[in-house]
């Protein structure tokens, strides 16, 4: 019996358990396969030495050898810790939801809905959407902390000497994305229950890119980042160019004014778009709670459409929102100008963008 071990359940019933006994590795072996992650027999071997190589250090430092539900299933905890899966549903299976785990929640809980929550600078508390979000969030943490993390990291984040980002997106969601929208519109699209055709003018083009960012930045936590906007706008400002020349010619318009009209229209539609993206992304608050961090770069197409949503997209920027005399710039997108020597360059074809980049 002294190389024997006395495992208390929360129902207070016994079980003896020493290195060779086989139920501690069946269990293993079950929870494995209802998590849906089949572990092999050398690595269950390995985590009943770890698990049975825990008790004795706890043995020795408790100086007793029987223990509680709490006590042996942070010893388990910490040999399963390469499969947090199978971890939790052992804990559950063994009716380990822990109390201290339950208060953790309740508290956190109670704080969110009465106090508010600072923590992010892009979420508003105070409104239902965003208090639903940062529970959700709150429950996250909570759970990630207590079953993912190794008891060292658990107590050096508890204590302040480390710090885990967006801990409560870990577990399902992947960090940041550079999306290809222009690879989305092409064609058209599925999204939800809808089929999108691609859009047919440029102030389409701008809607539908706004939908698409505010459903996609909810599957993700991070940054999103659309890359090379003035590029993937130019397709559609050309067919809306089209359109509208076409309009002009057949009210009897002469060539060279249609296409001056064009053009000053696409401009407009250009300025539209970007003003509706930034009041899109600094009003609405996405799925998961926030503002979403979403970026866009511009700078380097050689077109004359490419250019002129650079030069919008600045123009926007710099304008502002607000009412007249307090306007003021908005948080998103972000906007990041591509610098290339040999095209922004003193001299160089597109010298006067980056001129307009520095100067606005």
């Known amino acids: 019996m002294k190389d024997k071990f006395i495992l208390c359940r929360r129902d207070k019933k016994e079980l003896l358990y020493g290195r060779d006994d086989v139920w501690i590795k069946e269990l293993i072996r079950i929870d494995a396969e209802t998590a849906l992650a089949p572990i092999d027999d050398a690595s269950i071997e390995r ?12 043995s020795k430092k408790l100086g007793r050898r029987k223990f509680q539900s709490r006590e042996w299933h942070n010893c388990i905890k910490r040999a399963l810790y390469e499969y947090p899966e199978v971890a939790d549903v052992f804990l559950y299976a063994t009716k380990e939801v822990n109390a201290g785990i339950y208060g953790q929640i309740c508290k956190q809980m109670s704080k969110i809905i009465y106090d508010g929550d600072r923590s992010n600078g892009s979420i508003d508390s105070s409104l239902v959407s965003s208090k639903r979000a940062l529970i959700v969030d709150a429950v996250e943490k909570i759970t990630y902390s207590n079953y993912h993390l190794a008891p060292d990291e658990r107590e050096a984040l508890n204590d302040g000497y480390i710090y885990i980002h967006d801990m409560g997106f870990r577990r399902d969601t992947v960090n940041c994305c550079l999306f290809d929208m222009a690879a989305v519109l092409d064609g058209g699209f599925e999204m939800g229950e809808m089929w999108y055709d691609e859009p047919a003018t440029l102030s389409e083009a701008f ?68 003003f509706t993206l930034e009041a899109k992304f600094n009003s609405q608050i996405s799925p998961r709670g926030d503002y979403p961090f979403i970026t866009v770069t511009f700078g380097i ?26 306007k003021r710039p908005v948080l998103f997108p972000k906007l990041v100008f591509l610098y290339d020597i040999n095209l922004h360059g003193k001299g160089m074809e597109l010298y006067h963008l980056f001129q307009a980049a520095i100067e606005w």
Do not use: C
């Not at 985590?47 to 706890?58: A, G, H, K, P, S």
């Not at 698409?212 to 930045?217: C, I, L, Y």
């Not at 940054?223 to 359109?243: M, R, V």
């Open 47 to 58: 985590i009943n030495n770890d698990f049975y190589n825990n008790l004795v250090v706890m």
């Open 207 to 274: 809607d539908v890119i706004a939908s698409v960012s505010m459903n996609a930045v909810a599957q993700i936590y991070g940054g999103f980042t659309i890359p090379q906007i003035d590029e993937l706008l130019s397709k559609y400002a050309k067919k809306s160019y089209d359109i509208y020349f076409d309009e002009y010619i057949d009210i009897g318009v002469d060539k060279l004014k249609a296409e001056s009209i064009a053009n000053d229209k696409v401009k407009k539609d250009f300025e539209n778009g970007f």
């Open 301 to 326: 197409g050689m077109d004359s459409y490419s250019q002129m949503a650079t030069l919008a997209a600045l123009k926007v920027r710099k304008e502002g929102h607000g009412r007249d005399g307090f």
